[in-house]
């Protein structure tokens, strides 16, 4: 089965510096990468995906980069707020009933 | 508010008690989805419906039975659970119920506590 690796497991960064958030798979069937963000108390949610056919994705201060031959992804949030502040899921799926596998989660802190 | 709402949030029982959790998706989706969030490890999805039958079953023990009496609903039946059961219970909804077709929508999770 797909096996999902990340890291940093925690990331601490200053107000308005970037963070980068990698992640390797193993399955090379896997065709869509989405990324979840999860606050205190609530469900993750998802802020941004890309797919197999596309190198990169970007919306506003996020942006993801697919490398399918190393099979990496990676997130890279620029102008840190305290807002973006929640733990960071990456995930890969090769399809099939939205049968997604999760990376262990980044803990991000932005720092005042 | 993302449109699936889980009750109760937080629960706290003992091995030999019955509960159970609900899940509800006011989004029209077709599949629903049980999975386990616990601390260091990654998500562990634990069952799928769609359009309210069971497509997967990922190894999950006895002691937990889900239900899916339509595509609004969904329950999982918590009896004789394990204090290595307490989790984070998230229910989640998406659109299709085959390939991989984009977002998972999810609740805000039942605190599942066993003493």
């Known amino acids: 089965g797909e096996n999902v690796e990340q890291h940093p497991s925690t990331l601490s960064v200053q107000e308005g510096d970037s963070a980068v958030i990698k992640c390797t798979y193993s399955d090379s069937a896997s065709n869509y990468f989405p990324w979840y963000k999860q606050e205190l108390g609530k469900g993750p949610q998802l802020i941004i995906d890309i797919r197999s056919n596309v190198g990169e994705k970007k919306d506003q201060r996020i942006a993801v980069t697919l490398n399918k031959t190393a099979k990496h992804f990676s997130l890279h949030i620029t102008e840190t707020q305290p807002e973006d502040s929640a733990v960071y899921f990456c995930a890969a799926s090769s399809g099939g009933y939205q049968k997604v596998t999760f990376g262990i989660g980044t803990k991000l802190q932005v720092i005042p | 508010e993302t449109g699936v709402t889980q009750t109760p949030r937080h629960l706290v029982m003992g091995m030999t008690n019955k509960k159970s959790l609900k899940c509800e998706q006011h989004l029209g989706h077709n599949a629903m989805y049980w999975y386990k969030q616990s601390a260091k490890k990654p998500l562990e999805l634990m069952f799928v419906?769609?359009?309210?039958?069971?497509?997967e079953n990922n190894s999950v023990p006895s002691r937990f039975s889900p239900e899916c009496p339509n595509s609004s609903h969904l329950f999982l039946h918590l009896h004789t659970l394990q204090p290595e059961d307490s989790a984070l219970y998230l229910c989640?909804?998406?659109?299709?119920?085959?390939?991989?077709?984009?977002?998972?929508?999810f609740g805000e999770g039942s605190r599942l506590t066993v003493l």
């Open positions: 989640a909804s998406s659109r299709n119920g085959g390939g991989n077709t984009g977002e998972l929508f």
């Open positions: 419906y769609s359009l309210e039958e069971r497509v």
